[in-house]
C-alpha cells in the first residue's frame, strides 16, 4: 500500500495555464508538506498544513495555492504557470511536527513548464 | 554564509568502506533530519535528531547541539548505498534543507 501518493508523477504544460497536483496519505498523518527541488536538485518547503489548517507559508508566489479539503489530503494549484515552476514538486506527510516526528515523503511530481 | 553546511559535496568508496557525512549549521534548532535521496528521485527519512545517537542497521547518526554539527556514518557501505544524503534543519516552524552529498559506492 502507497503511504503517501501524488498524482500527476508527471506534467507538461505551456507557460500560462493553471495546473494541479494531488497529494493524499493513508497514514492517519496529521502534519503534510509541499517541497520543491529544482534543477540543481536543492529542497525548499513551500507550504506545510496541520490538522487542515497553514502552519508553515515560505515565501512563494501567490501562483501557489494550496488546498487541503481533509486531513489525509493537501493539493497543489498553480495558476499561469511560469518557465521557472519547472521542477520536481514533492509532498510528504508526518504525525506531527518536523520536530518531533520523521517525514514521509511522496514519489515526486515531475513538472515541466514549455 | 548557508545556514546548513555538508561536506563532502561529493563522495566515492569501495565497497565495505566506511563512510562519513558532515553537516554543520549556524542557527538554533529543534530537530535535525537525515534523508536519502534515490538516484531514481524517491526520498526516504532516515533519521530525526534532537541530541545524542540514533542506529538503523548499518547506519548511524550522531548530533552535537552545543557544536552544531551532525554526522551520519554508514559501516560496511554497499553499492545499493549509493544516494544523495540530505540534512535538514528544523528551526521555528521552518524546514532548511542542505545541498546534499552525492555518495557513490563501487564494487
Known amino acids: 500500500d502507497t503511504a503517501v501518493s501524488q498524482t500527476p508523477k508527471y506534467l507538461v504544460t505551456q507557460m500560462g495555464n493553471d495546473k494541479s497536483i494531488k497529494c493524499e496519505q493513508n497514514l492517519g498523518h496529521d502534519t503534510m508538506y509541499w517541497y520543491k527541488q529544482d534543477s540543481k536538485k536543492f529542497l525548499k518547503i513551500m507550504f506545510s498544513?496541520?490538522?487542515?489548517?497553514?502552519?508553515i507559508n515560505e515565501t512563494v508566489p501567490n501562483r501557489f495555492s494550496p488546498k487541503s479539503p481533509d486531513k489525509a489530503h493537501l493539493n497543489l494549484h498553480i495558476n499561469s504557470l511560469e518557465l521557472g515552476d519547472s521542477a520536481v514538486y514533492f509532498c510528504a506527510s508526518s504525525q506531527g511536527p518536523a520536530s518531533v516526528y520523521e517525514q514521509y515523503f511522496g514519489p515526486g511530481t515531475r513538472l515541466t513548464v514549455t | 554564509k548557508n545556514e546548513v553546511e555538508q561536506s563532502p559535496q561529493n563522495l566515492t568508496a569501495q565497497e565495505g568502506e566506511f563512510i562519513t557525512i558532515n553537516c554543520s549549521y549556524s542557527v538554533g534548532i529543534s530537530a535535525l533530519h537525515w534523508l536519502q535521496q534515490h538516484p531514481g528521485g524517491g526520498i526516504v527519512s532516515l533519521f530525526m535528531l534532537s541530541s545524542g545517537k540514533k542506529k538503523h542497521g548499518r547506519l548511524i547518526a550522531t548530533i552535537n547541539i552545543q557544536e552544531k554539527h551532525s554526522s551520519l556514518h554508514i559501516t560496511a557501505s554497499h553499492p545499493r548505498d549509493s544516494a544523495v544524503y540530505i540534512c535538514a534543519l528544523y528551526n521555528t516552524d521552518k524546514l532548511i534543507f542542505g545541498t546534499g552529498t552525492r555518495l557513490q559506492v563501487f564494487p
Open positions: 498544513y496541520n490538522n487542515k489548517e497553514l502552519i
